[in-house]
């Protein structure tokens, strides 16, 4: 068996079930929750249990307040994935960015509109739109998605 890692380290034994692996850091060789400070945002390879990530979003004071709350999971050069939760009705509007990116239904349904047709995209579609395209955004019923998205390299 592996030497306990220090504080801060991932723990990667067999011992422990994936699921604690991915979501949990250890502190000697008590395991204690990630806090969202202290989560790493970027590596050489992160696994998320996007159902833990999801549970914690629905709890969040923001999402209880204003039915939307959302997290970035991954912060890693250009990219950023960041998960959203929307209660049914919460209109996002138009999302404006300068490049392009993807809209991924984990739970739930959307309705957008592009010009003057609308559409809707739901678990198991992805949405992939240019800048300011994809408008009035807005959830009909309660919907947990991911958003990817790029910066310009230029950008540091």
């Known amino acids: 068996m592996e030497e306990a890692p220090g504080e801060g380290r991932r723990w990667r034994d067999a011992a422990f079930p994936h699921h604690v692996q991915t979501t949990r850091f250890l502190t000697g060789y008590e395991e204690a929750p990630m806090s969202s400070i202290t989560r790493p945002l970027a590596g050489p390879n992160l696994t998320l249990d ?19 709350s959302g997290r970035t999971l991954v912060k890693s050069g250009t990219l950023r994935l960041t998960l959203t939760c929307l209660a049914s009705g919460v209109e996002v509007g138009t999302h404006q960015a300068d490049l392009p990116m993807t809209l991924q239904p984990i739970e739930g349904r959307l309705r957008y ?17 240019g800048p300011g395209h994809a408008q009035d955004i807005v959830a009909l019923e309660d919907t947990a998605l991911l958003l990817t998205l790029s910066r310009d390299p230029s950008e540091s």
Request: glycine fraction near 14%; avoid cysteine; hydrophobic fraction near 40%.
């Open 50 to 68: 996007i159902a833990e990530q999801i549970g914690e979003l629905r709890a969040d004071d923001a999402y209880a307040r204003s039915g939307r």
């Open 113 to 129: 509109r592009v010009g003057d047709d609308r559409f809707e995209i739901g678990a198991g579609e992805v949405l992939f739109f």
